[in-house]
C-alpha cells in the first residue's frame, strides 16, 4: 500500500492541526495504521495505532488525551488529529500501515511495511 501524508505546519503552542495520511494501491481496511513521529537526532517514536476496523485505538502516553487517531474506509484514509500541541510535539510524523493481523506490538516500527513520507510538523513556544 502507498501511503502520502499530509497536514503539517508550523504552529504555536496550544494549537491545533490535523494530519492526513491517504493510502492507495491496496484494501485500505486490511490494514492496521500506525502515526510515528521523529524530532531530529532521536529515534522514530510510536504516537498512536488504529485497527484496521477503527475498533480500537491506543496512544503513547506523551500524546493521550491531546491527540485522536481516527480512519474512513471509505475515503482510504488515517487522521491524527492534534490538540494542545506542544514544542515537545516538534517532529516530522510518519504514517505507516500493518497488516491487519500481523503478529506483534503496534509499538514495534517492523511490524509496518510501508511508511509515508512524512510531514515536518514544528511547535514553536
Known amino acids: 500500500v502507498q501511503l502520502q501524508a499530509s497536514g503539517g505546519g508550523l504552529v504555536q503552542a496550544g494549537d491545533s492541526l490535523r494530519l492526513s495520511c491517504a493510502a492507495s494501491?491496496?484494501?485500505?481496511?486490511?490494514?492496521?495504521m500506525g502515526w510515528f513521529r521523529q524530532a531530529p537526532g532521536k529515534q522514530r517514536d510510536f504516537v498512536a495505532v488504529?485497527?484496521?476496523?477503527?475498533?480500537?485505538?491506543y496512544y503513547a502516553d506523551s500524546v493521550e488525551g491531546r491527540f485522536t487517531i481516527s480512519r474512513d474506509n471509505v475515503k482510504n484514509t488515517v487522521y491524527l488529529q492534534m490538540n494542545s500541541l506542544k514544542p515537545e510535539d516538534t517532529a516530522v510524523y510518519y504514517c505507516a500501515a500493518a497488516p491487519a493481523h500481523s503478529l506483534g506490538s503496534f509499538y514495534d516500527l517492523t511490524l509496518y511495511d510501508s511508511w509515508g513520507q512524512g510531514t515536518q510538523v514544528t511547535v514553536s513556544s
Open positions: 494501491g491496496r484494501t485500505f481496511s486490511d490494514y492496521t
Open positions: 488504529i485497527r484496521w476496523d477503527g475498533d480500537g485505538t
